[in-house]
C-alpha cells in the first residue's frame, strides 16, 4: 500500500512504507517515545554516512563479512521492534511550494488538516513488532513530541499540500 504525497508541490512523491523496513532513517518507537532524539543523534547520522561512503570506496570492506551473529541480532531486532519514519526528507523532496496553507491527512476516517511544520517534524509509525501496519494502515502519524502517541492519525491514504 502506498502514500502519495500531492497538491501544492513541485513533485509528487509516492510513498511505500513496506520497504522502509530496510531504510537507515528510521527509528524505534521506543526512541520517539523516550525523547532521545536530539541534535547528537543528527551527528551520529552523518558519521554513519560518512562511514558507509568510506566503506564503498574502500576496497578491504568488499570482502564477506566475518562476524555474521552481528547481523543475525539485527535480523532479529528488526522483527521484533516497532519503527517510525521521519518525513521531513521527503517532504523536502517534494519542493513544497511557498503559497502553502496547511496540509490535509486523507483517511478512511475522514481528513485531518495539520500544519506545514508538524508535518515536516512529524513521523509515519509503519511497523509493529517488526511487521507493517495492516489495520487501520499503512501508516498512523505522530508529532514529533509524542503528544498523540495513544491516539495517533491511522488509516492515512494520501497527504495533500493545500
Known amino acids: 500500500m502506498i502514500v502519495p504525497i500531492i497538491g ?21 518507537l521506543e526512541e520517539l517515545t523516550e525523547n ?8 551520529d547520522e552523518i558519521e554513519k ?19 555474521r551473529s552481528i547481523k543475525q541480532f539485527e535480523r532479529e531486532k528488526i522483527l521484533t521492534s516497532s519503527y517510525v519514519m521521519p518525513l521531513k526528507d521527503f517532504i523536502n523532496n517534494a519542493e513544497i511550494k511557498t503559497d502553502v496553507e ?5 483517511t478512511e476516517n475522514g481528513d485531518y488538516n495539520i500544519s506545514i511544520d508538524d508535518l515536516k517534524e512529524g513521523y509515519f509509525l509503519f511497523a509493529i513488532d517488526g511487521k507493517p501496519l495492516k489495520e487501520n ?3 498512523h502519524f ?3 513530541d509524542g503528544a498523540n502517541i495513544n491516539d495517533p492519525i491511522v488509516g492515512i491514504k494520501k497527504i495533500v499540500i493545500n
Open 102 to 106: 496547511d496540509v490535509t491527512l486523507v
Open 137 to 139: 494502515g499503512p501508516v
Open 36 to 43: 532521545k532524539l536530539s541534535t547528537a543523534e543528527e551527528t
Open 49 to 67: 554516512a560518512s562511514k558507509r561512503w568510506e566503506k564503498e570506496l574502500d576496497p578491504q570492506f568488499h570482502k564477506p563479512p566475518v562476524n
Open 8 to 28: 501544492n508541490v513541485t513533485y509528487s512523491i509516492t510513498l511505500d512504507p513496506t520497504v522502509w523496513i530496510f531504510d537507515d532513517r528510521k527509528i524505534l
Open 142 to 144: 505522530l508529532y514529533q
